[in-house]
């Protein structure tokens, strides 16, 4: 089992930056596929991006492509998420999860959930 805690969220102007963070508990943190989802309010849960267990591979939603980058410290237990050129549209609530099979954009298929981070972008 793991926990995962998400940190880093916060109000940033369009076109901004910002970076968040997800610390995982657990000895077997590099067992896991990780990935970011975002949710915003009345809308289903969106696949944002993920990476392997390695950390060589990385999928992104179309949406983020070129402006979000994912990456992971398995020494540290942490992923993180860069978020760059941030929009309005990016205005979501964004958790990590871990994914014990192969490689899915589909929520369901994640066993871990952290608890969230909002992120506001304003125009």
């Known amino acids: 089992q793991v926990q995962l805690v998400e940190s880093g969220g916060g109000l940033v102007q369009a076109g901004g930056s910002l970076r968040l963070s997800c610390a995982a508990s657990g000895r077997t943190f590099s067992s896991y596929h990780m990935g970011w989802f975002r949710q915003a309010p009345g809308k289903e849960r969106e696949f944002v991006a993920s990476?392997?267990?390695?950390?060589?591979?990385?999928y992104y939603a179309d949406s983020v492509k070129g402006r979000f980058t994912m990456s992971r410290d398995n020494a540290l237990n942490t992923v993180y998420l860069q978020m760059n050129s941030l929009k309005p549209e990016d205005t979501a609530v964004y958790y990590c999860a871990a994914d014990t099979g192969t490689p899915s954009r589909r929520p369901s298929e994640y066993d871990y959930w952290g608890q969230g981070t909002q992120v506001t972008v304003s125009s």
């Open positions: 990476i392997s267990r390695s950390g060589a591979t990385t």
